[in-house]
């Protein structure tokens, strides 16, 4: 169970997912002998009952609507927010963002853009950005008819409660 639960929240899991988990709690329960045994998987047996379609949102659509699968998280730069500082930039370990040519009304320098296919999702870039620029989203929501020059990318991870291991 915990292979398949592990699939899913890596947005590798099917629907045939959803039915294995099912008959495999359904097999534990009946099967087992201790008190122990019939009971582990009720936490399963819950989550399906009650957040399906929080199962079906990481299949399907591969995002985690509680926003704590890494695998899944999404962060992008609003390039209206950003001032163009490069605090998130410097604070890079993996140095997945880069400038774009991009310059918000108000604003004397171009945005940053994160390149979310070198993203580490370690968290540094949200940690330094003092103006709120980066944002958790879907990838429609990234480019707002702005031209983007910089790499491309979302990815940056916060925590909330959600479907965990």
């Known amino acids: 169970m915990l292979e398949i639960l592990t699939r899913i929240t890596e947005g590798k899991g099917t629907m045939q997912d959803l039915d294995d988990l099912e008959e495999l709690s359904r097999t534990v329960k009946a099967n087992s002998l201790c008190a122990l045994g019939q009971t582990a998987a009720n936490p399963i047996n819950s989550t399906l009952s009650h957040f399906r379609d929080e199962y079906i949102a990481h299949i399907v659509d591969k995002k985690c609507p509680?926003?704590?699968?890494?695998?899944?998280?999404?962060?992008?730069?609003?390039?209206?927010?950003?001032?163009?500082?490069?605090?998130?930039?410097?604070?890079?370990?993996?140095?997945?963002?880069?400038?774009?040519?991009?310059?918000?009304?108000?604003?004397?320098?171009?945005?940053?853009?994160?390149?979310?296919?070198?993203?580490?999702?370690?968290?540094?870039?949200?940690?330094?950005?003092?103006?709120?620029?980066?944002?958790?989203?879907?990838?429609?929501?990234?480019?707002?008819?702005?031209?983007?020059?910089?790499?491309?990318?979302?990815?940056?991870?916060?925590?909330?409660q959600g479907l965990r291991l």
Not at 84 to 100: A, L, Y
Not at 140 to 152: A, D, M, P, T, Y
Request: glycine share 12%; net charge positive.
């Open 66 to 160: 509680a926003h704590v699968c890494k695998n899944l998280m999404e962060y992008y730069i609003d390039p209206d927010k950003c001032i163009g500082c490069g605090m998130c930039h410097r604070g890079c370990p993996v140095d997945c963002i880069h400038k774009t040519d991009y310059v918000a009304p108000g604003h004397k320098m171009t945005s940053w853009k994160i390149d979310s296919s070198a993203c580490a999702k370690c968290g540094s870039c949200i940690s330094v950005c003092r103006f709120g620029a980066i944002e958790q989203g879907n990838v429609e929501h990234q480019n707002r008819g702005h031209s983007l020059s910089g790499r491309g990318g979302l990815d940056h991870p916060r925590s909330r």
